[in-house]
């Protein structure tokens, strides 16, 4: 068997977070959708009214032939300051990894605005505010990593979106290929520290996404840490290409990743038993956990359950088991949220592994 330097060569960015992980459970940030909509913003806003500083983007979307209004990503162009307002407030409540506003930033994902075009555009720009965001509140003591964010996209390889026809398929691999590698190229450009292949239904999407980024790793030399994150969609314990999270985790581990992981979805309460088979499964492996604050509820301001206290309790139950090395929050949860889970967890031991094929890493 190769040694652990062999199966993970030492990161040319990030390489402080092996040893961050094995010392201390680590926090990742809340959801970037909820929060943007909690702004209120409208057609006109999402073109850029309301910001006239340099780096906005002025009256060039007035006129677009399209509405932009829910393309959350493009506010990366015409909001820096709403985007900026956001990273900085989940860094203020205690977060050491922020995700990019990229999570629908793809060709695949922006043809919905006919935007596709504006892909990496809004890869590099929303690379840059987070890298921005972070340098501000790094100290020695508590250093801040930008998270560069691919999300599965709204078309998926496996599953046929025609039930009369169960081989139909409204996208393939290489184009999922294409469009992630110009993802990661363009985070990376924008001061990524590390990347996080998330909320995955779609296993061959994910791998599409693993392969571009093992492309870009060996064309650019450069090796940053991967988290990847899977979604269990319902009570059935499988996400929606069908897999069990352990048969998930075993499609997937060939990628090496820093550390395996759940979000979005599911509340705390209802994913627990599938973190619990994931601690058991990648035993050797880091694990992450980032779930909905709860379940929808329209009456809420957040538009889901949990209050900060409630998902806070949850995941403090979870590191009490040993269960997460990285928690954070997804659909529904603010930088409350985020800083009530920073206090609930911040004197808890960080979950050991088992096989450690990180060790070296860690001791380096």
Not at 329 to 334: D, F, R, V
Request: glycine residues 10%; proline residues 6%; charged residues 20%.
């Amino acid at each position: 068997m190769p040694s652990p330097t062999a199966r993970h060569p030492r990161y040319t960015r990030a390489a402080a977070l092996p040893a961050i992980l094995s010392e201390r459970i680590a926090i990742l940030d809340g959801a970037m959708g909820t929060m943007i909509q909690r702004f209120k913003l409208g057609e006109a806003q999402y073109r850029g009214e309301g910001y006239g500083g340099a780096d906005g983007a002025g009256s060039r979307f007035t006129d677009f032939h399209r509405d932009v209004k829910g393309n959350n990503e493009l506010l990366s162009l015409t909001r820096p300051d709403v985007i900026s307002a956001i990273h900085e407030g989940y860094l203020a409540a205690g977060a050491d990894m922020i995700e990019t506003n990229t999570f629908g930033a793809t060709t695949i994902a922006q043809e919905d605005y006919d935007m596709a075009a504006l892909a990496r555009e809004m890869n590099l720009a929303s690379a840059r505010l987070a890298r921005a965001a972070c340098d501000k509140f790094s100290t020695p003591d508590k250093p801040r990593f930008v998270a560069g964010a691919f999300g599965p996209t709204p078309k998926t390889a496996s599953i046929s979106p025609d039930v009369n026809d169960p081989g139909a398929r409204n996208v393939d691999f290489e184009t999922l290929r294409q469009a992630y590698y110009e993802q990661a190229e363009a985070l990376a450009e924008g001061g990524c520290d590390l990347f996080l292949v998330e909320t995955i239904f779609d296993t061959l999407n994910a791998k599409a996404a693993l392969f571009a980024i093992a492309e870009w790793f060996e064309n650019s030399g450069e090796r940053l840490p991967l988290i990847i994150s899977g979604t269990v969609t319902d009570a059935s314990g499988r996400i929606l290409s069908g897999q069990t999270v352990t048969a998930f985790w075993h499609s997937v581990r060939h990628a090496e990743p820093l550390a395996i992981g759940l979000n979005c979805a599911l509340g705390a309460t209802l994913m627990r038993p599938y973190i619990q088979e994931l601690h058991k499964a990648a035993a050797d492996t880091f694990i992450c956990c980032y779930p909905n604050a709860g379940l929808p509820n329209p009456m809420s301001d957040t538009g889901f359950d949990e209050t900060p206290d409630v998902t806070a309790r949850l995941l403090h139950e979870f590191a009490a088991e040993g269960l997460v090395n990285i928690v954070g929050g997804c659909c529904g949860t603010t930088p409350d949220h985020i800083g009530a889970i920073n206090t609930a967890v911040k004197t808890m031991a960080a979950r050991p592994l088992n096989g450690a094929p990180f060790r070296e890493l860690v001791a380096g």
